[in-house]
């Protein structure tokens, strides 16, 4: 395992150049997801280092072989998007592309907020318009009551049991998730949305229900594209390869504004 401190905190990730890469390409992934399971196991490494890329993958703190902190407020988003600005400095990065899924979207969005001379393209994956709501209100904690149920047949949400069955499948410590799931981000400032300067990609599967209709964030940004991936919802989209069709299309510049959404 590679890994470096940001901040004190020990990020585990993976940096593969293949020969001759001209590109880099840094992917975040998911919620009790980790950058073997979100990126490599679904094919995502391969098919960026056939077509030349440099690809660097952490485990997001709290996930996969990175530090496991028990404190809420160490999931903030800005600490976590300070992770990936570190690692790019660590390994002399000055400007990449940028990839991240779900919860990652998240981070990579907050990272291209903070430094958005660094970030050549964005691609957020998993998200759409939901991503510009308010937070529902909701009684308790319970993706958090979920990552900690001593039964996860307990657990009545269909949704909340498939996240505690993904945890439990990739050993992950759902104590650390609890805590992932209770910080209290702000939303995010469309006006700093607006002013992002680089080109921005969503893509969602149809039937994710997490994330809404793509469409609907990508009007935010001033060079925002959207994809819908059909018949997919928010797990099966990562690994389809109309995903991956849409990003390497976006990479390639092959998309314009009025680019439609698959059907």
């Not at 993958?57 to 903030?76: F, I, M, T, V």
């Not at 990739?170 to 469309?190: H, I, S, W, Y």
């Not at 991956?244 to 092959?254: H, I, M, S």
Request: one cysteine or more; hydrophobic letters at 45%.
């Amino acid at each position: 395992m590679t890994s470096f401190s940001s901040d004190g905190v020990r990020i585990a990730y993976d940096d593969i150049a293949p020969p001759g890469a001209t590109k880099t390409i840094l992917l975040v992934h998911g919620f009790a997801s980790n950058r073997n399971e979100g990126w490599k196991r679904t094919g995502w490494y391969a098919a960026f280092e056939r077509r030349g890329f440099r690809v660097i993958a952490l485990d997001q703190r709290g996930h996969g072989e990175s530090d496991k902190l028990y404190e809420p407020q160490a999931y903030e988003r800005e600490r976590m998007a300070a992770d990936v600005l570190s690692l790019m400095d660590h390994l002399g990065v000055e400007r990449c592309d940028l990839f991240g899924y779900s919860m990652g979207t998240r981070t990579a969005l907050e990272a291209a907020v903070a430094a958005p001379d660094r970030v050549s393209h964005l691609i957020l994956g998993g998200v759409g318009e939901t991503l510009l709501e308010p937070s529902p209100v909701v009684t308790g904690e319970p993706m958090a009551e979920a990552m900690l149920a001593e039964d996860p047949a307990s657990i009545g949400d269909a949704m909340l049991r498939s996240f505690r069955q993904f945890a439990d499948e990739q050993g992950e410590d759902r104590k650390a998730l609890a805590a992932v799931t209770r910080v209290r981000n702000m939303p995010f400032n469309p006006d700093a949305l607006a002013a992002l300067p680089m080109p921005v990609l969503v893509v969602a599967g149809q039937g994710d229900t997490l994330a809404g209709d793509p469409q609907g964030l990508a009007r935010v940004f001033p060079k925002g594209h959207a994809v819908t991936v059909p018949g997919c919802d928010h797990f099966g989209a990562i690994p389809h390869a109309l995903t991956k069709a849409a990003v390497f299309d976006f990479l390639d510049g092959l998309l314009d504004e009025d680019f439609p959404a698959f059907e």
